[in-house]
């Protein structure tokens, strides 16, 4: 071997493991704190409905320390939504419930429904992350968070757990017929607790799960939802250029790993890319942290192929438009 080239391999090796380094660099101490809030138009309710404005949170992971995150989540109140639909893993830390609520704030006094994913109920601990491509089953979890002290707050401020539970409300002049269940990703769901048709006088059937398991999201179909709200994917969380995610942590395809879809002839699916990491993972790439603001409008009577798309702006909350 030439010494020209072994210095020629050495420069790209360096190279290598500089531009590594960026990467990583990137991810972790930029992209995971650059919050976005996507706008979507969904055609989901029923004809002759005005519209409806929902805020689809989810995946918060938060810990108490987290100052930016905090202060992002406080500025969507002044996105003045009608409801706020928020799908799971709030906490990361034994101390995160107070930070959660008050990030929040005066959203807790919007009308609000929830449902919990497993970091609610359990802390993260440090995996292997080729664990989510080579084995997919396997679940790890570590010590108990409070989720019941989060619940608490929630139900206390007006929110509404919709954990195996089907409920009925009214919202800015809609009529919504709602059911959740809880953690699939835990296998803690039991949809036989809500199963059954919504109220066809509702003009909006929704569903919610925090993770979006096919099994979970056929029954939701086969039952006649309009649209069913998830999260727990993380968008993929680390994404490649012109590829998308690696993974989606779930049994669902690549290509719903997150935003709007078609599920079935009849029943649109919201996956939220998610607003946190797990402490054991904090980065993104390609992949910003997001909220979602859904405008749900009626729906034709030729079903669509798919949502309607929107020009990018940047707002206080740096909007991203689907």
């Known amino acids: 071997m030439s010494s020209q080239f072994r210095t020629n391999l050495t420069r790209t090796a360096?190279?290598?493991?500089?531009?590594?380094?960026?990467?990583?660099?990137?991810?972790?101490?930029?992209?995971?704190?650059?919050?976005?809030?996507?706008?979507?138009?969904?055609?989901?309710?029923?004809?002759?409905?005005?519209?409806?404005?929902?805020?689809?949170?989810?995946d918060l992971h938060m810990m108490p320390n987290q100052r930016l995150k905090q202060n992002w989540l406080r500025e969507l109140e002044g996105l003045d939504p009608d409801l706020v639909v928020n799908t799971g893993d709030n906490l990361s830390h034994q101390r995160s419930v107070p930070a959660v609520v008050q990030a929040l704030g005066?959203?807790?006094?919007?009308?609000?429904?929830?449902?919990?994913?497993?970091?609610?109920?359990?802390?993260?601990?440090?995996?292997?992350?080729?664990?989510?491509?080579?084995?997919?089953?396997?679940?790890i979890?570590?010590?108990?968070?409070?989720?019941?002290?989060?619940?608490?707050?929630?139900?206390?401020?007006?929110?509404?757990?919709?954990?195996?539970?089907?409920?009925?409300?009214?919202?800015?002049?809609?009529r919504i017929a709602a059911a959740g269940v809880d953690d699939p990703h835990l296998k803690r769901d039991r949809y036989d607790t809500v199963a059954g048709t919504p109220n066809p006088v509702a003009q909006l059937k929704l569903g919610l799960t925090h993770s979006p398991e096919p099994r979970v999201l056929d029954r939701f179909a086969d039952d006649g939802y309009d649209?069913?709200?998830?999260?727990?994917?993380?968008?993929?969380?680390?994404?490649?250029?012109?590829?998308?995610?690696?993974?989606?942590?779930?049994?669902?395809?690549?290509?719903?790993v997150k935003g709007p879809s078609k599920w079935g002839a009849h029943t649109q699916l919201h996956v939220s890319a998610g607003i946190g990491t797990s402490p054991w993972a904090p980065a993104r790439f390609c992949c910003r942290p997001e909220a979602t603001l859904l405008t749900l409008v009626p729906a034709t009577r030729r079903e669509p192929e798919h949502v309607s798309?929107?020009?990018?702006?940047?707002?206080?909350?740096s909007v991203l438009r689907n």
């Open 309 to 317: 798309a929107h020009s990018s702006a940047e707002s206080p909350a």
């Open 141 to 174: 979890t570590g010590d108990p968070l409070p989720w019941g002290d989060l619940r608490a707050a929630f139900t206390e401020r007006g929110w509404l757990d919709m954990t195996h539970v089907r409920r009925e409300l009214e919202v800015a002049g809609i």
């Open 227 to 256: 649209l069913v709200l998830a999260g727990h994917t993380h968008g993929g969380q680390l994404c490649l250029p012109f590829y998308g995610a690696l993974v989606t942590n779930c049994q669902i395809d690549r290509s719903r």
């Open 14 to 58: 360096l190279g290598a493991a500089g531009a590594a380094a960026l990467g990583i660099g990137y991810a972790s101490g930029i992209e995971r704190n650059a919050f976005a809030l996507r706008e979507v138009t969904m055609p989901v309710l029923a004809p002759g409905s005005s519209s409806l404005r929902v805020l689809h949170l989810s």
């Open 106 to 139: 005066d959203l807790l006094a919007r009308p609000g429904l929830f449902v919990f994913g497993s970091n609610d109920y359990f802390a993260p601990k440090p995996k292997n992350p080729l664990s989510y491509i080579f084995n997919k089953d396997k679940r």
